[in-house]
């Protein structure tokens, strides 16, 4: 059975830092990309970093130089480690995964529909 499983939000005020972690289980780590997504109130859920099995790794601008995404291919587990926190990065937080070609990847990461396994999300509160 595909697991992924999602944790480590909390409540912080701006300019802190979290981490978030997806621990994956039930299937080959190394073939898949796992990526985050945001959802926030009222909004669309949102694509807002990627790792792939190469480890490349995609951003969206708005958390460019503030986000870091990793992976420790031993624990099966995607990081996703938060600084300079701002309360329009309050959501919830999901990870996924996806066994998208890399070359599509390279262009649709950002959407849903191209992952195919999600955790249950897990929520980030940021005050200002």
């Known amino acids: 059975e595909v697991q992924l499983q999602a944790s480590g939000g909390g409540l912080v005020q701006a300019g802190r830092s979290l981490r978030l972690s997806c621990v994956v289980s039930?299937?080959?780590?190394?073939?898949?990309?796992i990526g985050w997504f945001r959802q926030a109130p009222g909004k669309e859920r949102e694509g807002i970093s990627c790792?792939?099995?190469?480890?490349?790794?995609y951003y969206i601008d708005s958390v460019k130089g503030r986000f870091t995404i990793s992976k420790d291919n031993a624990k099966n587990t995607v990081y996703l480690q938060m600084n300079s926190l701002k309360p329009e990065d309050t959501g919830v937080y999901y990870c996924?995964?996806?066994?998208?070609?890399?070359?599509?990847?390279?262009?649709?990461?950002?959407?849903?529909?191209?992952?195919?396994?999600w955790g249950q999300g897990t929520l980030v509160t940021v005050s200002s």
């Open positions: 996924a995964s996806s066994r998208a070609r890399a070359d599509r990847l390279f262009r649709l990461w950002v959407r849903a529909s191209e992952y195919d396994y």
């Open positions: 039930g299937f080959t780590f190394d073939d898949y990309s």
């Open positions: 790792i792939n099995p190469d480890g490349s790794k």
